[in-house]
C-alpha cells in the first residue's frame, strides 16, 4: 500500500481558531468558529467538558480510527482532521484505490515493451526476428495520458490532504509535480511529431511514479544515498588497485621482437583500454584462467601476477565492498525504520489524546472508556486476527471501565507479535474402532511413512530417467512407469482420505502443506485416469504414436513433474529447511522495496542502451538465411575470432528493442561472459561504450547484489533467532509477521512521552492543549 510522505514531522503552525481551553478548531471541524461541533477541554487540568453533540463524537472516533489505522501502516498523521477530509483519506487508501493507483503505474511502466521499438516478436534474434506489431500513433499515447490524468488527480488529493504548507516541504511531492508536467509537455511534442520522435524522454522519467508511490522504496533509496560515500572510498580503493595492476601488467606483456611471446600483449594488454578491460573482468573472474593462457603457457611465473591481483582485489576488497555495504546499508536502515516507529508510536499516542476526554469525566487523570475502544477499533480496517487479539486484550479492562495511556498503548503490542494458529479440534468418533484408528492416521509417523513413499517414487522416476537417457520418445516403454506411477498415487490418493478422516476436513486444511499435498494429489489422480481412458494401458502394448489431446509421452512427463514438486512436501518437516523456505517467502512478499528499486534502475539503463545502441550490432547479410547450419558452414562466410559476440552466436542479447535490453543487463549482472558484450560494442560503436556497461556492473553486480545479500542475512538471522527453540510441529503453527521494521525492532529506542508531545503540538492541523 502506497503511504503518504513527510518523511520526518514537521514544525510549524497553521492558521486556525484556538479556544481557551485549547480544542479543535472550528475551522478543522468543518463548522465556523464557536459551532456546535467545538470540543472544549482541559487535558492538564483534569477536566473534561463535552457538549452532547452526536456528530462531534462521531468525528472524534473517526478521527481516533484514521490515526489508528495510520499506526498500523506507518503512515505519517500531518494531514487534514475535518470530517470530509476524513472520508477522502480513507476513501484514498482503501484497497480499491490503491489497487487502481498501482494498476496505473504499471500500465505506464509496461509500455515500453509496446512503444516503438516494439518487443512484441517471438524472438529477438535479428536473423530470423519478423517485423514486430507496431501500434498505431495514438494508441499507446491515449493510454499513456489516461495514466498521467491518474497522476495529476493523485497529487491534487495528496496536495488537498496535506496542506500546501507541507506540500512545498516535501521534495518528493514537487518532483512528482515536474515529472508529471514535462510528461505532459514531451507527450504534446510526440503527438505533435505524428509520433515519430526518436527520444522520448518521459519514458526515462516513468520510473519516478513507482518509486514515489512507495514509502519503503524512498526510505531504502535515502540509505543507499547515503551509504554512497563508504562504497565510493572502497571503489576508488579497486580502482587504484586496477590502475595499478594495469601498468605493472602493460610493462611485464610488452610487445618483443619475438612473435611467439606477444600472444599475451595481442589479446590482452595491447594499449591502456583492453589492457584495464580485461583486469576489471578479471575481477569479476569472467575470463579466469583465459586471461592468463598465453603468459601462463610461457613461463610459471606469470601466475603469480594473475593471482596476486584476483587475491587481492575478488577476495580481499570486493569483500570488504561487501561488508562496509552490509554495515552503513543496516546502520541507515535502522535509523529510517526508527521514523517508522515513531510514526506509530504518534498515531496511538494521538488516538488516545483525542479519546481521553470521554474517560476523564470519572477521574483525575487521562483515561479512555473501554467501550469507546471497542467501537473505534471495530471501525480500523486491519487484519481480522490483530483486530482480534487487540479487541481482547481491550476487554481486559472491561471490569474497571477504562484504560490509561500506557494500558492503551500496550494493547498494540499485539501489532508486533506472532500469528499464533490454531488448529480445529479433532472430530469425536464414537465407536472404540474408529478411536483407535484416528490415534494411528493422526500420529506423525503417517506423515513420515508419506514422505518416504515419495522419495521413493521419486527414485523410480529418476532411474527411469536415466535408463531412457538415449532413447526417442517414440523407443520408450512407459508401460513400466505407468504401473508404479499408478500405486504410488493410489497410496497418496489413501493418505489423503485417511488424514481427512483423522483430522475432519476443517482440521486436515487447517495445515497448508495438507492443501499443497491434496491439491497434487487429486491432479495426479485425473491425469492417471485420462491416460487410462485415452490409451488403455489394461495392455502392454499400444501404439506409441496415437493422438489425444495430449501424446501419452506429454501426459507422463506431466505426471512425473507434478510427482516431483509433491516431493517439496517435506520441507515443512524439516525445521532448517522450513526456516529457510520461509526466509525466502518472506523476501517475496516484504521486501517489495528492494525489488522496486532494482526495476527502477533496469528501467532506466534499458532506456538508455536502447537511445545508445539500437541497432548498433547487424548480423552478416548472408548469415541471415543461415539457419540449422553447421559451424563449419557459418565460419566459411565470415571470420569470427572465437569467444566474441558472434562466434558464442548472442544475437538475441542486443538493444533493439526494451525487452530485449532488460535480457542483455540481466546477462551483464551475472558477469558470466560479460566481455564478449563489452567487446562487441565497443568493437561496433566506440570504446566509450564500455563505460555503460561499467556503470551497470557497479550499479547491479556490486552496489545491488550486495544490499540484497546484506538483507537476507538480516531477514535469515532474525527468524532463526526466533525459531530456534521451536519445533517443527512450531514452525508450523507459527506465522512469523516479518518486515523490515520487526526486523530491526530489538535495536529501536521507543520515543519518550515528551517527545511524543513535542511532535503531536507540531501538527500543522491537530491541535491539542496538554
Known sequence: MSQLETQVLVAGNVNGAFDDYGSLSGKEHGGAPGSSRRRSHTVAGQSCAVESDTDAEELYIQQAVVLIEDAIQYRSINHRVDARSLRLYRWYYSRICQWGLGLA???????????????????????????????????????????????????????YLIGWEEFRKSKWLIG???????????WVLSVSMACDEKFRVRRLLRPFFLLQNSSMMKKTLKCIKRTLPEIASVILLLALHLCLFTMIGMLLFAKSEDPKKNEEWRLHFRDLPSSLTSLLVLLTTANNPD????????????????????????????????AIIYNQFRGYLLMSVQTSIIRRRLGIRAA????????????????????????????????????????????????????????????????????????????????????????????????????????????????????????????????????????????????????????????????????????????????????????????????????????????????????????????????????????????VKNLRAFAGILIVVYYVFAVVGIWLFEGAIEPPSKMSVLTNTSMGNITSNFSMTCGT????????????????????????????????????????????????????????????????????????????????SCSVTDVERIRYETSVQLMFREQIQEPTEEELRCQLNQHPHLHLHW
Request: with cysteine; glycine share 2%; aromatic share 16%.
Open 291 to 322: 586471461v592468463m593462457i598465453p603468459a601462463y603457457s610461457l613461463h610459471r611465473g606469470y601466475s603469480i601476477f594473475f593471482v596476486t591481483f584476483s587475491v587481492i582485489g575478488t577476495y580481499c576488497l570486493m569483500n570488504l565492498l561487501t
Open 645 to 724: 559476440y558472434e562466434q558464442l552466436e548472442y544475437w538475441p542479447n542486443n538493444f533493439d528493442d526494451f525487452a530485449a535490453a532488460i535480457m542483455l543487463l540481466y546477462n551483464v549482472m551475472i558477469v558470466n561472459n560479460w566481455q564478449a558484450f563489452l567487446e562487441a560494442y565497443s568493437r561496433h560503436t566506440t570504446e566509450w561504450s564500455k563505460i555503460y556497461f561499467v556503470c551497470w556492473w557497479l550499479t547491479s553486480s556490486v552496489m545491488w547484489v550486495n544490499l540484497f545479500v546484506a538483507v537476507i542475512l538480516e531477514n535469515f538471522i532474525y527468524k532463526w533467532d526466533r525459531s530456534h
Open 176 to 186: 512528482y509535480t515536474f515529472v508529471i508536467s514535462f510528461s505532459v509537455i514531451d
Open 352 to 587: 488516545f489524546q483525542i479519546l481521553s476526554c470521554q474517560g476523564a469525566q470519572q477521574a483525575a487523570e487521562e483515561h479512555v472508556a473501554v467501550d469507546l475502544v471497542l467501537k473505534v477499533m471495530s471501525r480500523v480496517q486491519m487484519k481480522s486476527y490483530y483486530r482480534e487479539a487487540i479487541t481482547k486484550e481491550a476487554q481486559k479492562y472491561a471490569h474497571v471501565g477504562y484504560m490509561d495511556r500506557e494500558q492503551f498503548k500496550k494493547i498494540f503490542d499485539e501489532l508486533d507479535k506472532d500469528r499464533i494458529k490454531e488448529h480445529p479440534p479433532l472430530p469425536q468418533y464414537n465407536s472404540p474402532f474408529l478411536q483407535r484408528l484416528q490415534v494411528v492416521f493422526s500420529h506423525y509417523f503417517l506423515t513420515i511413512l508419506g514422505n518416504a513413499v515419495a522419495l521413493g517414487n521419486v527414485m523410480c522416476i529418476c532411474t527411469v530417467l536415466v535408463l531412457n537417457a538415449e532413447k526417442s520418445t517414440a523407443e520408450r516403454d512407459n508401460y513400466i512407469l505407468e504401473i508404479i506411477n499408478l500405486c504410488f498415487i493410489l497410496y497418496y490418493l489413501f493418505e489423503v482420505c485417511v488424514k481427512i478422516f483423522a483430522f475432519g476436513w476443517k482440521g486436515y486444511l487447517s495445515y497448508r502443506n495438507n492443501i499443497f499435498d491434496c491439491i497434487l494429489t487429486i491432479l495426479l489422480l485425473v491425469l492417471q485416469i485420462s491416460i487410462f481412458v485415452t490409451y488403455r494401458l489394461i495392455y502392454s502394448q499400444w501404439d506409441p504414436s496415437s493422438q489425444g489431446i495430449m501424446s501419452l509421452w506429454e501426459m507422463v512427463r506431466l505426471i512425473n513433474m507434478l510427482i516431483v514438486f509433491r516431493f517439496l512436501r517435506i520441507i515443512p518437516d524439516i525445521k532448517l529447511m522450513a526456516l529457510v523456505a520461509s526466509t525466502v517467502l518472506d523476501l
Open 105 to 159: 503505474i504499471g500500465v505506464v511502466l509496461l509500455l515500453a515493451f509496446v512503444e516503438r521499438p516494439s518487443s512484441l516478436s517471438i524472438s529477438s534474434d535479428p536473423r530470423h526476428r519478423f517485423p514486430p506489431w507496431e501500434p498505431p500513433c495514438g494508441f499507446t499515447e491515449s493510454i499513456e495520458m489516461f495514466c498521467l490524468v491518474i497522476f495529476s488527480l493523485d497529487i491534487a488529493v495528496k496536495g
